[in-house]
Structures are given as structure tokens and as C-alpha cells.
């Protein structure tokens, strides 16, 4: 995907995480410690960050111009809302409609543009556009449409284009599911470096859909740490404290082989499979957890990430090797050895998640965990995978899954089109 400057604002947008965090870091521990630059610069330095993580809010990705929506091979950014709508109309003309009108807006928003005016000439009409993002820049927002198993029936006469693996996900032994955080007609992936230039983007496009009377709000999730990586980032770290992401797929052959849709009609193809839980993290058990037990629910150290067979980080794990009693160093119920496609007969998945937090519960626990999206060229992956995690990953006693959905990513749509267009040609 083509990156394309917005003129005018980058330097003043462009900001690296080093001066961001370091600069905080000194200033606030050097005061609270009495202690010179120097010495917090040296407290701060195992936790230093990457020189590559350059926030720069200038950035803006192509809507139209390459096959494939953006937000999935796109440069994971900080920050998500992902939203899902029920239709509200059984015409489907409303629901081609409003595909077209959230195609133009999506648009104009990813360029960090207004859907209209935010102020318009006439005082007493309404603005089209909600205007908060107004100066904030693009900030690599991008915005992914899917659509749910519902939209391919008799009702919108699209029985007959559903995409050939587009149904609901099965049972799942992991599921402690809630209704009200669970499917949806549509979903709405919005990703940004600034979360109100996200929030901003499904505000609007959610008034889009009440206007056209087409579609309403169903569950959503604020995400405010990107828990994945893709080529290039370095590995950031989920509220359990682990890095997260590194054996993810980055190579283009991995895209090709197991995320983008290559069969059926040609509306189909170049589009993916989008996964979503919702998974809750109990996250005061885990932090009375000693953390040997932890590196084993893992299979991997904590700090470096490395796999508990090697040293490094990107060391290949060795699913065999034992210690000198016999036993398994990385053990059988730990996470990695469970989803590795090593043993999974090759399976690999594209994981780009989010930390979330909802606040503290109604017990005054923290109320937080990971909004898991994936993408694949087949949902039954993800339900493999997860049937094996769901039986035997030690991580189990930590989370639960409550949320849950599954939609079909179409490709980008060329420009002067919208997305899914062919449905209703
Ligand atoms: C809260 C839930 C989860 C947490 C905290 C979590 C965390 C992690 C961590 C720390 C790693 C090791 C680093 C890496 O290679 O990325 C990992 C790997 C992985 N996870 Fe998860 N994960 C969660 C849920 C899931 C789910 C639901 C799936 C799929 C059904 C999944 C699939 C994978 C896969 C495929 C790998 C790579 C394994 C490898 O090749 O070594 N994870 N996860």
C-alpha cells in the first residue's frame, strides 16, 4: 500500500516515541529521584525504546489504488475502534447505498478530510461533519469494511453471492460469549496513530448509516495499544506483559498463501476473512503469578521474548528439546506450542490485535484484555486453532472470551467505485 504525504503540518505532527517516552521518562523520574538526566537516562535504558517507532501523524494511506482494503497488510497503528452495525432495512438498495456513501467518506477521511462541512454557511443547518478531528492530520487512519453471514440472504436477495466460507463460527470450547458484544451485519475497523482521528472516522460513519436509516450501532471496542506487529515493527507488548506479535506474518508469500481470498467471482478475491473476539484478561490473578509460571503458559521470557529453548527473541523455538529430567522445556499446554503452525499442519494466521481497557468492574477489577482480530482466506483456521487453544492453552485460566464475530473483508474497491459494488450489479 502506497503511503502519500498530506502537505503542510509534518514537522509540527511528527513526534518518535525515543523523545516522547524518554523525555517524560527523564523528566519525571529525574525529579522524583533527585537525580540528574543521566542517571534516569540509565534507569530507563533495558526499557529504552526502538529508533524505527516514528509516530507521524502527516501520514495518509490510499483508499483506492491497490487490491486490497487497507488496515490489514497496512503498517499496524497504535490505536483502533472497531465497531459493528445491524442493518435496519430489508431494502436492499439502502444497504448499497450506504456501502457507497461509507466508500466516498472513507475516502475523504483517510486523507484526514472532513465527510462535509463542519460549519455550514446556513446557521440553522446541521453540519455533515462531526468536526473533531478538524487539525489533527490523517495519522495513518484507516478505516476496513466487512460484511456478516446475515447480509447474503433471500431478505436482500444475495443468497446466492455469499462468499463461499462466509458462515457463523462455531461453537467454541473457549466461549463464555455475550450477546450484546457478539455478531453484527457490518463492521467498521478503524485504525489510526491518533485514537480521535479513529473515533472520529466511525462517529461519522455511523451517523452516515442513521441517516440513511440503513444500519445502527451494535458493539463496539476502543483499543489503545497495538498488540501485534507486522514487517518492519518492532514486537509491542499485550497487558499480560508479553511481546506479542512475533511470530506473526510478514513475508508477502505468507499474505498470499494464507490471508487473501484467491478463488470465486473476482469481487471476491483479494478480500480476507476477519475474526473478532473479545477477550476479557484476569489480570489481578496473573499478577500474583510467579513468573517462571508464567514464561511456561507462554513458552517464552518475559523481557526478551525469547522462546525458553533459545536467547533471542527471533530464536526459533524447538518444540522438542528437554531438560536434563526429560521434560519439556517449552511444556505441552503452553501457548506457542499449542498455535506454532510447526504443529498445526502449516496453518498460519495473521494476528492484529489491540489492548482494550472497559475501566474497573462492578468488583473494582480491572476490567481489560486483548481485542484479537485476525485475518485469514478461511475462518476454519481460526476455529482450528482455537479449538486446540481452547482445550489445553494454560493461558486459559487467565482470560475468556466474550465477544465474538466474524465478517468477509471485500477488496478495495478501484477508484470512482465502492466497495462490494458488484453485489448489487
Ligand atoms: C488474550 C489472548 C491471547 C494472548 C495474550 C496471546 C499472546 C500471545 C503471545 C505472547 C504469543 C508469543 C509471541 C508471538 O509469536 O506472537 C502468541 C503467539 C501466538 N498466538 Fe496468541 N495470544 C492470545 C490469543 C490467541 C488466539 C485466540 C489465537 C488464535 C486462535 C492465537 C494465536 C497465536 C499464534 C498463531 C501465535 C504464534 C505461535 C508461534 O508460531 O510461535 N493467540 N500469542
Redesign the pocket.
Known amino acids: 500500500m502506497s503511503k502519500a504525504e498530506i502537505p503542510g503540518g509534518a514537522a509540527a505532527h511528527q513526534l518518535t516515541r525515543r523523545s516522547l517516552l524518554l523525555g517524560t521518562a527523564t523528566g519525571t523520574l529525574g525529579a522524583m529521584l533527585g537525580a540528574g538526566p543521566a542517571t534516569a537516562a540509565a534507569l530507563g535504558a533495558a526499557g529504552a525504546p526502538p529508533d524505527n517507532e516514528i509516530v507521524d501523524l502527516s501520514t495518509a494511506h490510499a483508499f483506492y489504488g491497490s487490491a486490497e482494503q487497507a488496515g490489514i497488510m497496512t503498517p499496524q497503528q497504535r490505536y483502533v475502534l472497531y465497531m459493528t452495525f445491524d442493518l435496519t432495512s430489508n431494502d436492499r438498495a439502502d444497504l448499497q447505498v450506504l456501502l457507497a456513501r461509507w466508500s466516498a467518506a472513507i475516502a475523504l477521511l483517510m486523507q484526514g478530510r472532513t465527510v462535509g462541512q463542519v460549519e455550514p454557511t446556513r446557521a440553522n443547518s446541521v453540519g455533515a461533519d462531526t468536526g473533531e478531528a478538524l487539525s489533527l492530520g490523517p495519522a495513518s487512519l484507516t478505516v476496513t469494511v466487512g460484511l456478516g453471514p446475515n447480509i447474503f440472504t433471500d431478505a436482500y436477495g444475495l443468497a446466492d453471492k455469499r462468499p463461499a466460507r462466509l458462515r457463523d463460527l462455531k461453537q467454541l470450547p473457549s466461549d463464555s460469549l455475550q450477546p450484546d458484544l457478539t455478531g453484527g451485519d457490518l463492521s467498521l475497523q478503524a485504525c489510526a496513530d491518533d485514537p480521535q482521528v479513529a473515533y472520529h472516522a466511525i462517529r461519522d460513519l455511523a451517523r452516515i448509516a442513521k441517516d440513511i436509516g440503513a444500519a445502527s450501532t451494535r458493539w463496539a471496542v476502543l483499543g489503545f495499544g497495538r498488540a501485534?506487529?507486522g514487517k518492519g515493527q518492532s514486537?509491542p507488548r499485550?497487558l499480560?506483559g508479553?511481546?506479542?506479535?512475533?511470530?506473526?506474518i510478514k513475508a508477502a508469500e505468507d499474505f498470499d498463501h494464507h490471508v487473501w481470498v484467491k478463488d470465486g467471482p473476482a469481487w471476491q478475491r483479494h478480500g480476507s476473512y476477519q475474526v473478532v473476539?473479545k477477550?476479557q484478561?484476569h489480570i489481578e490473578n496473573w499478577d500474583t503469578d510467579r513468573v517462571s509460571d508464567q514464561n511456561a503458559v507462554?513458552g517464552?521470557h518475559k523481557e526478551s521474548?525469547a522462546p525458553l529453548t533459545g536467547q533471542k527473541e527471533f530464536d526459533t523455538?524447538d518444540f522438542h528439546k528437554r531438560d536434563s529430567e526429560g521434560q519439556l522445556l517449552i511444556p505441552a499446554t503452553a501457548?506457542?506450542r499449542l498455535?506454532?503452525?510447526?504443529n498445526n499442519g502449516g496453518l498460519?494466521?495473521l494476528?492484529r490485535?489491540y489492548n482494550y481497557t472497559d475501566g474497573i468492574n462492578r468488583y473494582g477489577l480491572l476490567d481489560a484484555?486483548?481485542l484479537?482480530i485476525?485475518y485469514q482466506n478461511d475462518p476454519a483456521h481460526?476455529e482450528a486453532?482455537?479449538t486446540k487453544?481452547g482445550a489445553s492453552d494454560a493461558?486459559n485460566e487467565y482470560?475468556a472470551?466474550i465477544g465474538s464475530a466474524i465478517f468477509f473483508v471485500p477488496p478495495a474497491p478501484r477508484p470512482g467505485h465502492y466497495i462490494a459494488e458488484q453485489l448489487f450489479t
Do not use: V
Request: positive net charge; proline residues 2%; contains cysteine.
Open positions: 501485534s506487529a514486537t499485550n499480560l508479553y511481546r506479542d506479535g512475533t511470530r506473526n473476539r477477550i484478561m507462554f517464552r521474548g523455538p501457548h506457542i498455535a506454532a503452525h510447526e498460519k494466521i494476528r490485535s484484555g486483548l484479537f485476525c481460526f486453532l482455537q487453544l493461558l482470560i472470551h
